[in-house]
């Protein structure tokens, strides 16, 4: 069955691969399967078509045959369910990979998401100078707990993973504050995501689509 | 093999069962596990024995043999695949399941927590009362989408699931607020949630942790 999946038409980052549809195209490149993408629009999002595939108006959303999905974690997690390549075979690993997926997207990415809003949706408004300190702390608390789990390590359990996959993408939201880069260890993981090869094909995608004329 | 999750010692709400072992305790209802609980005071929940459980220093985990997890939504996911009573057998209803779990955790639970974190961790700061408005409004367009897409059905996809748990343990954050209130279908969905015997049984078992002598 073929698989169609939602970009925005323009993403907002101009094609830095921060939009959440980079996130399942990398899982479709790990596991070498081809996918259509339908681009939509801004105002789409918001009308009755695009909202019954996802009610929040937001990319990417899943299709293939009879299932829709949104939630790029519940996307992902299908996508590694249906092809070898994203989760171990023992299922212990496979419980521990499933728990680094909700932790990037639980855990993690929370933190981020404030940093984001507080940068975007309120950097204009006269409190930014002086809660920016707590956001960014309360973010660093958590990315020091992350970096002491895991310490030299390659991945996070083993091999790589979905869980992974997510964690990797969720701190590459990161990268425009530069506070990865407090984080050595964490900044050499997420090189380690964008090196491979399934990553960059999935980035190049993207970034054709929000670059073309 | 037995089943051990940790809990608060005691909870910072005093038994209202929002602290997230109430979450894990419903699920093992549903399925009719036993399990014990550890319970952990403040202070042990940054040393290195329970870090070595959870990196983030958080309760609940699952120990099971030699498998341990944290992370809520893993350890609810955990319990769903290895007993019936949270998953749907077909394979598409299953995938929009996880879904739920994922959008309960990923796309409700960071407005809720923004909105928590205003009121408890910046609540005595000068920016309070300006700043309240937009984080209330951030939410409130998500719990009209998710509103929306519920309409008068019982339960988010047929069946109740892990998917209906999650976003119900997720919404009774906001009673404090009021603001469930304000949406009476999710207030009615909820209280569904709350008036199924396993979320009775796991409720009173939180209680009386939080009201022992």
């Known amino acids: 069955m073929s698989i169609t999946i939602t970009a925005f038409e323009r993403s907002p980052d101009g094609g830095k691969g921060l939009a959440r549809d980079t996130r399942v195209r990398w899982a479709l490149e790990e596991v070498s399967q081809p996918y259509e993408v339908r681009l939509v629009p801004?105002?789409?999002l918001k009308q009755a078509a695009h909202l019954a595939l996802?009610?929040?108006?937001?990319?990417?959303?899943?299709?293939?045959?009879?299932?829709?999905?949104?939630?790029?974690?519940?996307?992902?997690?299908?996508?590694a369910e249906q092809h070898a390549g994203l989760m171990p075979g023992d299922a212990n690993a496979?419980?521990?990979?499933?728990?680094?997926m909700f932790a990037a997207l639980n855990s993690v990415e929370p933190a981020i998401l404030e940093l984001v809003t507080a940068r975007l949706?309120?950097?204009?408004?006269?409190?930014?100078?002086?809660?920016?300190?707590?956001?960014?702390?309360?973010?660093?608390s958590r990315l020091d707990q992350l970096a002491s789990r895991l310490g030299e390590a390659d991945w996070l359990d083993g091999a790589f993973s979905?869980?992974?996959?997510?964690?990797?993408?969720?701190?590459?939201?990161l990268r425009p504050s530069g506070?990865?880069?407090?984080?050595?260890?964490?900044?050499?993981?997420?090189?380690?995501?964008?090196?491979?090869?399934?990553?960059?094909?999935?980035?190049?995608?993207?970034?054709?689509?929000?670059?073309?004329?």
């Open 162 to 173: 979905a869980g992974d996959l997510l964690m990797v993408s969720v701190l590459l939201r």
């Open 54 to 79: 996802n009610p929040f108006g937001q990319i990417p959303t899943y299709e293939e045959g009879d299932l829709v999905l949104f939630e790029t974690g519940a996307i992902v997690f299908h996508i």
């Open 121 to 140: 949706l309120e950097g204009d408004k006269p409190w930014r100078e002086a809660r920016m300190p707590l956001v960014e702390n309360r973010l660093r």
């Open 179 to 213: 506070m990865l880069d407090e984080f050595p260890n964490l900044a050499a993981y997420v090189a380690r995501g964008e090196a491979r090869p399934a990553y960059q094909r999935a980035f190049a995608a993207q970034l054709a689509v929000n670059t073309r004329a």
């Open 94 to 100: 496979r419980a521990r990979a499933v728990m680094w």
């Open 42 to 44: 801004f105002p789409a």
